[in-house]
């Protein structure tokens, strides 16, 4: 080995920085070396602490906060950790970020992360004789203690919080019962459910439940169907609801030829505000699935939108999200597109800017270098004899492109043209038509955007975003949606765990991980739709159910694209 890795530590003020870099063994300075490695730590040289400073900038940064479990007191302690890199002059930009991602990665590995400043930089050191980063010639790591009173540090209600933790909640107990009945409420409609079922579901009593349905009845917020049945109710003033008992035919020249699917109380709400000349038709069963269809305009189209009344990962959910669909596209035969319209989780790129997804940015579906535009995850199997991890997969992706090619234009005029963005006045005109509504669809601040990963156990990080490159600073858009194009994961294995959801990500250049839609695409395929094509709003960093404050937000993105998109697809419904 003709190289040693030369770790070299110095002090300034609170904050330690250690400097490890790739040293000629000629070029050692031996008045300097206060340790040299031997065994397993063969090629490791430690010097003796130096007051001198290098003002050469770094060619890559990625800053990250340690919250490590103290085993005696339980609580969180915060520690800041600075990683700098430096490549030779001829390395380009995507190697750099590469090499660098996958160096960090490898790094904060669950099951060998260390817990200690000691057994950090011996791993750093460790790493940087591995082949695969010859690239990287140095590394610095700044480490600093944040103090209770730095306002960098991190509360643990304000953590767990953030991580979605449940924290303890002070309101008075009714408060949180209404909020907890809206949301099974909200996440069951069209469906009807039971006091009896709302009480198990809450772990509640029975007559705490129906004093606080009671109250969200006075609210006008939910409605009783039959003696102890109850529904949400849809608060929009513009929209004409008709409870009917069959779903309307209609007539020849009229029929939708736009399904727009969605899961979630509130995508619904912003799919529909994105509507003109729409009437919403009920069809509610006190026993089995209920329906509800908004049928409008979008441009010169005819449009129908439909939320599925469950979506997940018990099978039943499933099942009913298939039907549901198949459904919809038996009733209205005429649809020729069908748009999966709603909210996601981003996945984050450590180092690279570029592709980096944040909070509230719009993801659209389209397939990696295998075809794969959706892809779910079944489960995982260990290959013991390769030593890797592998996948058990379904994926799918539309016979016909034209929606994805749409999608796909529109990003690029806006890319070319930071002035092109339709989609902002359709998520301002749609915050003014949904002001009435519980929740507020504004954009929440910048600072609530934050990316954490699991390390094991309690212990959590927090990674930085990567810093703005110099020459992007002129096409930054702050406080709007950037618009991004790759496939979208899905499949419980994924959620369960970060790392092997980067893992997953890289492999199939995934850019969303989404809860589970493999039985409507079932239903879509099933039923012979060839164009079809997800839009979503990225609103956390795992599948998109663990942020409710940008739900509302990034389901409104959506749908404003894809009113976009609808708006540019040819031809049209004549009435």
């Known amino acids: ?54 003002s050469s900038p770094p060619n890559l940064q990625l800053e990250f906060k340690c919250f490590l479990v103290d085993q005696k007191t339980g609580n969180h302690i915060p520690e800041s950790r600075v990683l700098k890199f430096w490549f030779p002059s001829e390395t380009d930009y995507l190697e750099k970020v590469t090499t660098a991602y996958e160096f960090f990665k490898e790094l904060v590995r669950p099951e060998s992360f260390p817990r200690d400043y000691v057994g950090f930089i011996k791993k750093v ?23 209770e009173l730095d306002p960098e540090a991190t509360t643990e209600k304000k953590f767990n919080t953030l991580l979605g933790i449940p924290k303890e909640d002070k309101r008075p107990r009714e408060l949180v019962v209404q909020d907890q009945l809206l949301h099974y409420l909200e996440s069951a409609y069209p469906n009807i459910l039971p006091t009896d079922d709302l009480a198990e579901m809450l772990q509640t009593d029975t007559a705490v439940i129906q004093e606080q349905l009671r109250i969200l009845t006075e609210k006008n917020l939910i409605k009783e169907m039959e003696p102890g049945k109850w529904v ?41 505000a994105m509507m003109e ?45 298939g039907n549901t669909t198949t459904r919809l596209l038996g009733t209205f035969s005429d649809v020729e597109h069908v748009l999966l319209v709603g909210i996601s989780g981003g996945v984050p790129h450590y180092t690279d800017f570029y592709s980096h997804v944040r909070l509230g940015d719009i993801v659209i ?59 902002d006045q359709y998520i301002k005109d749609g915050q003014e038509l949904l002001q009435g509504q519980q929740v507020a669809f504004v954009r929440p601040a910048p600072e609530t955007d934050r990316l954490f990963m699991n ?78 094509l997800f839009i979503r709003g990225v609103t956390d960093y795992l599948d998109g159910t663990k942020n409710p404050e940008w739900q509302p937000y990034c389901a409104l993105v959506a749908a404003a694209f894809m009113k976009a998109v609808i708006e540019k697809l040819p031809g049209g419904s004549a009435e």
């Not at 008992?245 to 009229?254: C, E, F, N």
Request: with cysteine.
């Open 277 to 321: 000349e729409k009437t919403t038709f009920v069809k509610y069963k006190t026993e089995g699935e209920s329906n509800v269809y908004t049928i409008g305009f979008i441009g010169p189209h005819k449009v129908i939108s439909t939320k599925l009344p469950a979506i997940g990962r018990q099978m039943a959910a499933q099942i009913s999200s």
């Open 365 to 423: 579906s389209t397939p990696n270098e295998k075809g794969q535009m959706y892809i779910y995850c079944d489960k995982v199997n260990q290959d013991r004899e390769k030593g890797m991890i592998q996948y058990s997969l379904k994926s799918w992706a539309p016979l016909d492109p034209i929606l994805m090619n749409i999608a796909k234009e529109l990003q690029e005029k806006t890319k070319n043209d930071h002035s092109f963005s339709p989609w």
């Open 125 to 147: 050191m460790k790493q940087l004789q591995v082949p695969r980063y010859a690239q990287i010639k140095r590394t610095d790591v700044d480490l600093r203690q944040i103090d």
């Open 232 to 272: 949400r109710k849809v608060l929009d003033q513009k929209t004409e609801v008709k409870i009917v008992k069959q779903m309307p035919t209609q007539v020849q020249g009229s029929k939708p030829t736009v399904a727009i699917i969605t899961s979630k109380y509130y995508e619904k709400l912003a799919v529909d």
């Open 1 to 54: 080995m003709d190289e040693e890795i030369v770790m070299t530590p110095t002090k300034k003020g609170k904050t330690t920085t250690i400097r490890i870099e790739k040293v000629r063994k000629a070029q050692l300075d031996e008045s300097q070396v206060a340790h040299v490695g031997g065994g397993q730590h063969s090629g490791l040289v430690i010097n003796k602490q130096s007051d001198a400073s290098d």
């Open 455 to 532: 390390i094991g156990g309690q212990d959590m990080i927090e990674v930085g975003h990567p810093p703005v490159p110099d020459e992007a600073r002129g096409s930054l858009r702050p406080g709007k949606p950037t618009v991004r194009c790759g496939s979208i994961a899905s499949g419980k294995p994924l959620v369960s765990d970060d790392q092997m959801r980067l893992d997953f990500a890289s492999r199939h250049k995934c850019i969303a991980t989404d809860t589970e839609f493999d039985q409507v695409l079932e239903s879509i395929v099933g039923n012979r739709k060839e164009s079809f």
